[in-house]
């Protein structure tokens, strides 16, 4: 989609909307702000398509020639051991997670889809893999079969359709949003430019934003920019108190993005607990899964 200058706004995906002008959003309950923890379960593949691309560089020690088992066997500790800290940690302080899963974990790890469907953990797609990530570079068919395909794996995993969508590492090409709506997808959770969901217009008619918190994603603040764990955990519990004293008179969402293999270690996980301790003792927060959120802010818009 070509760049084209108008108030606001370059592109047609949605509408500039200063906040400050906004009518008020409100929670359930009155709550001021709206708690959506994404967990994300991505499978890293051994030896990826060639051709295929990938913005993902985390893990191991550096990306080393093949087999790259260091950075393979780091990012596999998510599925193997991280993800039930982190499920463990979140039904403690009573939060349901949304779990993005992608295609080859919902082929190949049916124990991880039943233990989170036990765990009453919303699924939504999350593409094919780790290492295979939607770029402009990709044909429109080729795009359009990429989602169908992660789509229909996790449907069959799961016996419903992904309401919502989360590309791997944040991908889309211009024509995403579009492919996604005609796709039959509520929600996407791969922009960062709000602090309450937001619709989507044009060819996205019908989609909404769930903005994610990017730089509270654990990966882009301990693996990119290097924050340390103690800071991480300040800045947490810093941005929530942000937004709870602003969603006093206009209500917040809080979208965060974590990663078992990540944040699941033991020598973070305490962090987390700590911060979300810190959340869920306040009141007036709603935690709640994309879809509760999407179908809230649908049926009750702010008026």
């Given at each position: 989609?070509?760049?084209?200058?108008?108030?606001?706004?370059?592109?047609?995906?949605?509408?500039?909307?200063?906040?400050?002008?906004?009518?008020?959003?409100?929670?359930?309950?009155?709550?001021?702000?709206?708690?959506?923890?994404?967990?994300?379960?991505?499978?890293?593949?051994?030896?990826?398509?060639?051709?295929?691309?990938?913005?993902?560089?985390?893990?191991?020690?550096?990306?080393?020639?093949?087999?790259?088992?260091?950075?393979?066997?780091?990012?596999?500790?998510?599925?193997?051991?991280?993800?039930?800290?982190?499920?463990?940690?979140?039904?403690?302080?009573?939060?349901?997670?949304?779990?993005?899963?992608?295609?080859?974990?919902?082929?190949?790890?049916?124990?991880?889809?039943?233990?989170?469907?036990?765990?009453?953990?919303?699924?939504?797609?999350?593409?094919?893999s780790a290492s295979q990530m939607i770029s402009s570079a990709m044909p429109v068919e080729e795009e359009a079969e990429y989602i169908r395909a992660s789509l229909e794996s996790v449907t069959k995993a799961t016996g419903s359709k992904p309401a919502g969508w989360m590309g791997p590492e944040y991908g889309e090409s211009a024509r995403t949003p579009g492919l996604l709506a005609r796709a039959g997808v509520r929600y996407i959770c791969d922009w960062a430019n709000d602090e309450q969901p937001y619709p989507m217009t044009g060819e996205a008619s019908g989609l909404v934003v769930l903005p994610t918190m990017l730089e509270l994603d654990d990966i882009h603040a301990l693996w990119t920019r290097r924050v340390t764990v103690g800071r991480y955990k300040g800045l947490l519990k810093d941005g929530f108190d942000t937004m709870y004293r602003d969603g006093e008179k206009n209500g917040r969402l809080m979208v965060l993005n974590i990663h078992p293999w990540l944040i699941g270690q033991p020598f973070r996980i305490g962090y987390l607990d700590e911060a979300l301790g810190h959340i869920m003792g306040h009141e007036g927060v709603w935690a709640a899964t994309g879809s509760e959120i999407v179908d809230w802010f649908q049926s009750h818009p702010p008026v």
């Open positions: 989609m070509p760049a084209e200058r108008r108030p606001g706004m370059d592109h047609e995906h949605y509408e500039w909307s200063p906040i400050s002008t906004r009518a008020p959003l409100s929670w359930p309950g009155q709550a001021r702000v709206a708690l959506c923890v994404v967990v994300t379960l991505e499978h890293l593949e051994w030896d990826p398509p060639e051709g295929s691309f990938s913005a993902d560089q985390v893990g191991g020690l550096g990306v080393r020639p093949f087999p790259d088992y260091p950075r393979y066997s780091h990012r596999d500790y998510g599925h193997r051991v991280g993800v039930f800290r982190v499920l463990d940690t979140l039904e403690a302080h009573g939060i349901k997670a949304t779990v993005a899963m992608d295609q080859q974990t919902a082929e190949n790890y049916p124990y991880l889809v039943d233990h989170c469907m036990s765990r009453g953990c919303e699924i939504i797609g999350h593409g094919i």
